[in-house]
């Protein structure tokens, strides 16, 4: 692994690991809970939707016969959108419902 990559990995693993932790961290009212809950909710549904349109992507690619070997989503940059889309949400979550 090219040492960019391992460098840029680690740095989007911590940054990650500390956004959860202080979002995880901060005990509070409900109001808080539920920010956090809308904004996990959002993520998950945007990763489902990229996942399905990968799957059907690999499909059409499949049956017309050119099938792609290994290539799709990359892992680093699935998590760094998955860690975007959280952190926005959660910021514009957190300025409409006042937290």
Do not use: H
Request: proline share 1%; aromatic share 12%.
């Amino acid at each position: 692994m090219d040492w960019v990559k391992m460098v840029y990995s680690i740095i989007l693993l911590v940054c990650g690991i500390l956004i959860l932790v202080a979002a995880m961290s901060q005990k509070g009212d409900e109001r808080r809970a539920f920010i956090k809950a809308k904004a996990q909710s959002y993520s998950f549904i945007v990763v489902m939707g990229m996942l399905i349109l990968e799957v059907a992507q690999s499909i059409y690619l499949t049956y017309q016969g050119n099938a792609s070997n290994g290539i799709g989503i990359s892992p680093i940059m699935f998590l760094t959108l998955i860690l975007i889309i959280y952190l926005v949400t959660l910021l514009i979550y957190r300025k409409k419902y006042g937290d």
